[in-house]
C-alpha cells in the first residue's frame, strides 16, 4: 500500500530502534502461496525498499520485513534478498542480511501428523496423507523467537519467509524485557501501519514500549490515533477481539486501557501475555486445484436483472448437461458456475441486501482439469450466455460481451488444503536462519 515519505522523514527524525514491516498476507487467496510467487510488483517492491534501506543506514537500525514477497516461501525469501542485494549495489551498501526460510517439506509434515502433532483451526479443511503430499507449498508461520534468532546474530537486514503479522514488531520489545502483553498488543495494533489511525492511507506509525505498556502515534501530520481508532484494530483478521493466538502464548485484551496521551497519540495498558505449554506455530499450505477460464455478461434488461437468480440457475443446469453431453464427459469431470455481480458475487447465500441495480455482470467460471478443457467448456457456454432466455416460450434476448473474446483463460488455481497447528519441540525446529554478506 505504500506510505508517505513526510511520515517516514518524521518516523527517523523520532530516532526509532527498529524499522519493521508485515509484508504478507493470504487475504487475496492461495493463489500467490500455490505458485510461491509474490502479489506484488517487483518494481514497486524494489522502490519502497530502498527507500526504507536507505532509512535504515541513517538511522543505523536493524529493518525487518516478515512474509516476504506475501505469501513467505523459500522462493519468495530469495526474491526479496535478491531485491536487497540488487539496491545494495546499487547504493555502494556492504550489509549483514539474515534470511529466516519458513517452508515446510510435505514429507516434515506427514511425520507430524502421523505423530499426532497437528491440530486444526476453525474451518480447516480435513486433512489426509494425500492433501498434504499435494500441496504445491506449505508454510510455517514464524514468532518472536525466531525474529531474535535472527536480529542476535547482529544482522542488520532481517528478510524472514512467512511470519504471524505481530512477531516482527513484538521481538524487539521482548528481547528488551519490556511488558509481553503490550509488546504483542503494540505489535498487533501497528502490523498494518497507519491502518490503526484517521489516516490510514499515511503508512508509518511509532510505537513505543515500556514495563507496563505501550504508546502508538501517526507520523503523518494529517493523521490522529484515537482510543477508538486503536482498539477497533484488534477486530481486524481476528475471531476474537479479544483474544490473540500466537506462537507460544496468546494475547488477551480484555483488561486494556485506551488514554489520549494528546489528539494524536494513544496510550494502553492492561494486555496480558499467556504462555503456552507446548510450543506450536500455524502452518498454511496450498495446492492445484485445476484450471479456471472465465467470461462475463452484462444483464441490463430489467426483466432480466429483476430475475437474475433464477436465470442463472436456469443456465447453469442447462449447461452442465449440454456441456456433459458435447464433449462426452461425465459431469463430476468439471466444474461451472455464475455468480452474479450485483447481486451476491462476493459472499453468495450470505448476502443479506436486496434492491434493483441498473445492470448486473453474469460471471461464468468454468473448472477443469485442464486450461483446454476449461476453455472448451467456455466456448460452449458462450453463445449461451449471451442469448439465454428466461423461459422456453420467449424472443432470445441479447447481453453484452465488455470484450472480444469473451473467454478468458484465467490459469492453474490453487486451493488452500492446510490451515493447522504444528507442535515443535523447539522454535528453530521448522526453520533455518543464514546470515550472508551483500
Given amino acids: 500500500m505504500g506510505f508517505e515519505a513526510e511520515a517516514l522523514r518524521r518516523g527517523l ?3 526509532p530502534d527498529i524499522i519493521c514491516i508485515d509484508g504478507g498476507s493470504t487475504d487475496s487467496g492461495p493463489f500467490y502461496l500455490g505458485s510461491g510467487t509474490s502479489k506484488y510488483s517487483r518494481a514497486s517492491t524494489k522502490s519502497e525498499w530502498q527507500v526504507l534501506m536507505q532509512a535504515r543506514a541513517e538511522a543505523n537500525v536493524p529493518l525487518v520485513v516478515g512474509s516476504a514477497g506475501t505469501c513467505g516461501t523459500d522462493s519468495m525469501v530469495n526474491w526479496m534478498f535478491e531485491i536487497t542485494s540488487e539496491i545494495a549495489k546499487e547504493l555502494g551498501q556492504k550489509l549483514s542480511v539474515a534470511t529466516v526460510k519458513s517452508s515446510q517439506s510435505p514429507e516434515q509434515v506427514v511425520k507430524a501428523w502421523q505423530a499426532g502433532n497437528l491440530d486444526p483451526l476453525a474451518n480447516a479443511p480435513e486433512l489426509t496423507e494425500t492433501e498434504i503430499e499435494g500441496c504445491n507449498n506449505i508454510v510455517a508461520l514464524a514468532g518472536v523467537e525466531q525474529i531474535l534468532a535472527a536480529l542476535e546474530t547482529g544482522a542488520e537486514i532481517v528478510v524472514a519467509g512467512r511470519t504471524t503479522d505481530t512477531a516482527v514488531i513484538a521481538a524487539l520489545p521482548i528481547q528488551n524485557g519490556e511488558h509481553p502483553g503490550a509488546a504483542w498488543h503494540g505489535a498487533k495494533i501497528a502490523e498494518c501501519g497507519a491502518l490503526c489511525t484517521t489516516h490510514p492511507m499515511s503508512g508509518v506509525v511509532l ?3 515500556d514495563d507496563t505498556g505501550f504508546a502508538v502515534e501517526p507520523m503523518a501530520k494529517n493523521a490522529r ?6 482498539s477497533a484494530h484488534m477486530l481486524y483478521e481476528n475471531a476474537n477481539p479479544f483474544v490473540l493466538p500466537e506462537p507460544g502464548g496468546f494475547l488477551d485484551v480484555t483488561e486494556a486501557k485506551y488514554m489520549e496521551l494528546s489528539d494524536r497519540c494513544v496510550r494502553v495498558t492492561g494486555s496480558s501475555w499467556t504462555s503456552s505449554e507446548q510450543y506450536t506455530v500455524k502452518l498454511e499450505g496450498a495446492g492445484t486445484g485445476g484450471y479456471r477460464a472465465m467470461m462475463i455478461a452484462i444483464l441490463r434488461d430489467q426483466r432480466y436483472v429483476k430475475n437474475s437468480q433464477a436465470w442463472s440457475e436456469r443456465l447453469v443446469a442447462f449447461l452442465r448437461s ?3 453431453s458435447r464433449l462426452k464427459c461425465s459431469p463430476d469431470s468439471f466444474d461451472i458456475e455464475i455468480r452474479l455481480v450485483g447481486v451476491n458475487a462476493a459472499l ?4 443479506t441486501r436486496t434492491g434493483t441495480p441498473a445492470e448486473i455482470g453474469a460471471m461464468f467460471l468454468a473448472s477443469a482439469e485442464t486450461q483446454a478443457l476449461a476453455n472448451e467448456i467456455a466456448k460452449i457456454a458462450n453463445p449461451f450466455l449471451l442469448h439465454f432466455p ?3 416460450n420467449e424472443e432470445l434476448p441479447t447481453f453484452a460481451f465488455p470484450f472480444s473474446p469473451a473467454e478468458v483463460e484465467l490459469g492453474r488455481q490453487y486451493e488452500f488444503c492446510i490451515n493447522h497447528t504444528m507442535v515443535l519441540d523447539k522454535p528453530m525446529d521448522a526453520f533455518k536462519l543464514d546470515v550472508i554478506r551483500v
Fill in 225 to 230: 490515533c484515537t482510543p477508538r481508532s486503536v
Fill in 207 to 209: 510505537v513505543e514500549f
Fill in 390 to 392: 428466461l423461459t422456453d
Fill in 348 to 351: 453468495g447465500d450470505l448476502e
Fill in 322 to 324: 449440454e456441456i456433459a
Fill in 13 to 15: 527524525a523520532a530516532k
